[in-house]
């Protein structure tokens, strides 16, 4: 580290171009007078009095004006820094209460550089994530994130996986716990992520695999974009990969918030040959006069989160109810097509 790197670590500690000046001319000479002092720092000798009582309150200098002439000495070293470290560490729990209280809101858009950075935002992402989690990333990056990944499944969280990059050997009894279902690719995907329809993504799979890339990630928090993330990942490059693995069904009754976790577990339950049942949440779609709620026998699914695919487009996930001997179709946020829009699903099965 040069003197100007060094000055300009001290300086966000407050301190003055002349006082780093000073204060490096001060640990350069050890004990010294003020005279000497100002002459290796040029600054007058009034300056340095001036400024060695202000360091000594700092913790920087000891000042001996017993002596004569004064005489200046710099601290230990590894005493300075101790009390710098003891005094960020006393602000943090104020700052973390601040920012806690002041947290950003709204949309956000960052773009990262480092592969540190790209690895954290992700682990952060999915400890968020509450409902559904769409992730692709070169299969060599597992094992770093193999814990959050896990601990996001325990709580009930969809999770999608997809690795890239992937080999004949690749050993599938380890993916086991990772995700709710896992593809693997034998082409080096982009590494791309969504949470809760919200946050998202996108990097260039050498960010991650390269030490000397110069490529760039960008991460949203946009729910208007965050979506179409989505959409890429389950029209472009999911139903391309291989399943590998798939969690067993889920133990029912259960509500869902995560439109597509209770197709996917709709799924899973009707490929068991179960008769399975659900009482839906929201609101008809178009000028379809239904009630609000809806309960009835689930009697189809259209899908493609996992095989075998019973949907016409990739990204359709969707369910008929039988109520009372009418059909019903029930969609997620932003259905169209479907007679309904399900704000929440509860699943249960079907007492014969």
Known sequence: MDTDDLGDLLAQFGLSAKEIDTYLAILDHGESKASTIADAADVSKRYVYSISEELEDRGFV??????????????QPETVIGRLTDSVEAIEPELQSRYTTTERTGEQFEVIKSRQTVLKRIEELLAAAETEVTLSLPVEILPQIRSTLEETVDRGVLVLLLLGGTDDDQDIASLAGTASTVRTWDALVPTMLTVDAQHGLLAPSQLLTSSTSETKAISISQPQLAPVFAGSFLANYWPTAEERYVSAPGELPRTFEGF??????????????????????????????????????IVAVRQSLVRPVSSTVPIENAFELDVDGERYTIGGTGAFLEDFEAESVTVRALEE
């Open 260 to 297: 597509r976790n209770a197709v996917f577990q709709i799924a899973l339950h009707r490929a068991t040959d179960s008769r399975i049942e659900a009482t839906v949440t929201g609101s008809p779609v178009g000028d379809r006069d239904l009630p609000s709620t809806l309960s009835g026998e």
């Open 62 to 75: 000891e000042v001996d004006d017993h002596a004569v002439p004064t005489v200046i000495r710099p601290v």
